[in-house]
């Protein structure tokens, strides 16, 4: 299957500091990535729709000043937390979605596991 | 709404057969994914349907019937490494972002000796 990188896999980070994590496809453009948000022994849930060269679309309840996301180019998206809590700890996963593929299939990164002190 | 709905938690024998099954609201549904995650990893892709049926693929199968909003998992010939969670979902037509993926709350399956 198609290769999604994600970086850094865990960042450690004191309260009021920013964090940026990178997404990456690897073997693939998708012009569209989501971010997703996973607290431990839930679901995914989706922050918000990252598309290249125009505004994210962020789902209900989520801060798009705290969360700010940037998709420059058809191989790369950041989310970018701003001004970290420790209520900001989570495991962040990106999803890129393949460009023109038949299914439509979303592939998703490794993780990244923020831990605010 | 979007609900998903799928078991929290099973147990099956190493060497057996587990059904995992998902249901979902059929308004504006636009394929059924299935995902395998383990602890602290992301989620790996393990099928797509969208059409009524059975895709197979190895020890894994997946089936969907879009008239009952209904689908399962099929794990055939356990082994210990498929002790994971298992993500249900959907996809539905239209939203802010287009055709976003609804997950599940995930099934935790164990495999015991």
């Known amino acids: 299957g198609a290769v999604v990188s994600q970086h850094p896999s865990r960042v450690i980070c004191k309260s009021g500091t920013s964090v940026k994590i990178e997404c990456r496809s690897l073997?693939?453009?998708?012009?569209?990535m989501f971010w997703y948000r996973q607290f431990p022994k839930q679901s995914l849930m989706l922050m918000a729709t990252?598309?290249?060269?125009?505004?994210?679309?962020?789902e209900q309840g989520v801060e798009k000043d705290k969360f700010l996301i940037n998709h420059a180019s058809l191989t790369l998206s950041t989310l970018t937390v701003t001004s970290a809590h420790p209520e900001d700890s989570s495991f962040y996963i990106c999803?890129?979605?393949?460009?023109?593929?038949?299914?439509?299939?979303?592939?998703f990164g490794a993780g990244t596991r923020l831990s605010v002190l | 709404g979007q609900n998903i709905d799928q078991p929290t938690e099973m147990t099956a024998t190493e060497g057996a057969i587990v059904q995992i099954n998902c249901t979902y609201q059929?308004?504006?549904?636009?394929?059924l994914f299935w995902y395998q995650q383990h602890a602290g990893e992301a989620p790996t892709f393990l099928s797509y349907n969208v059409l009524d049926g059975l895709e197979e693929k190895g020890r894994f199968s997946s089936f969907l019937s879009r008239s009952k909003g209904y689908s399962y998992l099929l794990l055939k010939e356990l082994q210990m490494k498929d002790s994971a969670s298992y993500l249900c979902a959907a996809r539905f037509f239209g939203g802010g972002g287009g055709n976003k993926l609804t997950f599940g709350t995930g099934t935790q399956l164990k495999v015991e000796l």
């Open positions: 059929t308004s504006g549904f636009n394929g």
């Open positions: 073997d693939f453009q998708a012009t569209t």
């Open positions: 990252s598309n290249e060269g125009s505004k994210a679309t962020y």
């Open positions: 999803s890129a979605r393949e460009t023109g593929g038949a299914k439509n299939i979303q592939y």
